[in-house]
C-alpha cells in the first residue's frame, strides 16, 4: 500500500475553509485514496473517498492532482465541530482484508 | 444515515469476567468488524465477519471471540478479561457489495477499563 504523508497539525477559522494536503508519491493505479476522521473520544467517521477525480459530497471535496501524488481535503466553511485528527489513507479497492490502518493524521483546530 | 450502535458507552470490568460487547447496524451491510484503539498503537482489527456465521480472524484475535447469528449483530467476548485489553473497542460496518470496501461506518465506541 502507498504511504501518505500529512501535516501533524493545523488550524483555521471558523467559517473559513480548511484545506488539509495529503502527500501519496508512490500510489499506484488502483489504488483509491480515502479521507477519515475522528473527532475526540469518538468513532471515525468516514469523509469521502476518489480514485482520479474530483469528488463532492454533503461533507467536503476531495482535490486530486493529475499525476495522483498529492490530495486536499476542502471542509468549505469549517465550524467548531470539525475540529478532529484527519487521516488520509491510500488503498486498493476492493481488497481481500478491508482492514482500514490510519497514519497519525492532521489534528485540525478551527478556531471561532 | 448509516447507524452502527455500540452496547455501552463506557463499561468496568473485572479480571478475568467474561465480557460481551455488542454491536448492532440498521443498513444491511454484510461486512462488520471489531478493532481496537489505543494511543500510539492506531487503529488495530481484532476480527471482522462478511456474512452471518462467518468470521475471519484480524491482526490481534488473541484473548477474543465473536458471534454473528443475525446479519445486523456483530458480538465480541472477552472470555477472561485481563488488564491488558483496557482498550476504546470500537464496531464498525460496510457493504460488500460496493466497490468501495474501505468505506467503512463506525459505532461511537466502547471504552472497555479492566480492573
Known amino acids: 500500500d502507498a504511504k501518505t504523508t500529512q501535516p501533524p497539525s493545523m488550524d483555521c477559522a471558523e467559517g473559513r475553509a480548511a484545506n488539509l494536503p495529503c502527500n501519496h508519491s508512490?500510489?499506484?493505479?488502483?489504488?483509491?485514496v480515502y479521507w477519515y476522521r475522528q473527532i475526540h473520544s469518538q468513532g471515525p467517521q468516514y469523509i469521502i473517498h476518489?480514485?482520479?477525480n474530483n469528488e463532492t459530497n454533503e461533507m467536503a471535496s476531495l482535490i486530486i492532482t493529475e499525476d495522483r501524488k498529492s490530495s486536499t481535503l476542502i471542509l468549505p466553511h469549517a465550524t467548531l465541530r470539525d475540529t478532529a485528527v484527519y487521516y488520509c489513507?491510500?488503498?486498493?479497492?476492493?481488497?481481500?482484508?478491508?482492514?482500514?490502518?490510519f497514519g497519525s493524521g492532521t489534528r485540525l483546530l478551527v478556531r471561532p | 444515515d448509516v447507524k452502527v450502535t455500540q452496547s455501552s458507552r463506557y463499561l468496568v470490568k473485572r479480571t478475568g469476567e467474561k465480557v460481551f460487547l455488542e454491536c448492532v447496524q440498521d443498513m444491511d451491510h454484510e461486512n462488520m468488524f471489531w478493532y481496537r484503539q489505543d494511543p500510539g498503537l492506531g487503529l488495530r482489527l481484532i476480527y471482522f465477519s462478511y456474512d452471518v456465521k462467518m468470521k475471519e480472524k484480524g491482526d490481534i484475535p488473541e484473548g477474543y471471540s465473536v458471534s454473528r447469528e443475525k446479519k445486523e449483530r456483530f458480538s465480541l467476548i472477552l472470555e477472561s478479561a485481563s488488564t491488558n485489553q483496557t482498550s476504546m473497542y470500537l464496531c464498525?460496518?460496510?457493504?460488500?457489495?460496493?466497490?468501495?470496501?474501505?468505506?467503512?461506518?463506525f459505532g461511537p465506541g466502547t471504552r472497555l477499563t479492566v480492573t
Open positions: 489513507i491510500v488503498r486498493v479497492d476492493p481488497d481481500s482484508s478491508y482492514k482500514l490502518i
Open positions: 508512490t500510489i499506484s493505479g488502483n489504488e483509491y
Open positions: 464498525a460496518s460496510s457493504p460488500r457489495t460496493s466497490r468501495f470496501s474501505y468505506e467503512q461506518y
Open positions: 476518489g480514485l482520479k
